[in-house]
């Protein structure tokens, strides 16, 4: 069973914030959020991750509500090489083996 | 950072064939690789996980006889695809440390 939900598809303005849900009602206390896209024909990237205070790098920023059922990656600046799909994925820190879903194919439009 | 080497980045062989996919870790030491597979449009699906100096763990309906995984080093796991057919035509990436991807591998079976 999928232990994530992401819309299939988003559009976003080149420039502007680009917001990417998740919701993850079944996180275990031991689970963290983890985000990776993937630009087509390469292996995935890792974006951000977090436990349950919001996080920041240069890459992205993870807000992750106060019950940690649902976060949000943001992409302040979108830029058409954002374009790709990304995905949520919810794990133990660290465990290796990851179950990617469908994610949600952004598309950064000019 | 830790960086993952996969190749070839893309194959063609023809059917009956075996083909082996390399994947190196280059700046650290890798006790556990995973092994994906992606179809065109689709997300990544965990095939195998990879230990040093032990058999490989095969996700449920992987055939272990079909998909040979050697982690003879700290470095290096092998993937071969024996006696390739066209549906074995995929998108085959690996993964470390459960961040780091390899670049991935497109096989294509005539």
């Known amino acids: 069973d999928a232990k994530t939900t992401q819309p299939t598809s988003m559009d976003c303005a080149e420039g502007r914030a680009a917001n990417l849900p998740c919701n993850h009602s079944?996180?275990?206390?031991?689970?963290?959020v983890y985000w990776y896209r993937q630009i087509h024909s390469q292996g995935p990237q890792y974006i951000i991750h977090?436990?349950?205070n919001n996080e920041t790098n240069e890459m992205a920023s993870l807000i992750i509500t106060e019950d940690r059922k649902s976060s949000t990656l943001i992409l302040p600046h979108a830029t058409l090489r954002d374009t790709a799909v990304y995905y949520c994925?919810?794990?133990?820190?660290?465990?290796?083996?990851?179950?990617f879903g469908a994610g949600t194919r952004l598309t950064v439009k000019p | 950072g830790a960086v993952v080497s996969q190749h070839p980045s893309w194959v063609i062989c023809k059917s009956g064939t075996s083909v082996k996919i390399e994947c190196r870790s280059l700046?650290?030491?890798?006790?556990?690789m995973f092994w994906y597979r992606q179809f065109p449009k689709q997300s990544l699906m965990l095939m195998a996980t990879?230990?040093?100096?032990?058999?490989?763990?095969?996700e449920q309906g992987v055939e272990k006889d079909k998909f040979l995984i050697n982690h003879a080093s700290l470095t290096l796991s092998t993937l071969t695809v024996t006696s390739a057919h066209p549906e074995d035509s995929s998108f085959y990436i690996c993964?470390?440390?459960?961040?780091?991807f390899g670049s991935g591998t497109r096989l294509t079976v005539v």
């Open positions: 700046d650290f030491q890798a006790t556990t």
């Open positions: 977090g436990l349950k």
């Open positions: 994925i919810v794990r133990v820190l660290d465990s290796g083996d990851m179950r």
């Open positions: 990879s230990n040093e100096g032990s058999k490989a763990t095969y």
């Open positions: 079944t996180i275990s206390g031991n689970e963290y």
């Open positions: 993964s470390a440390r459960g961040y780091t």
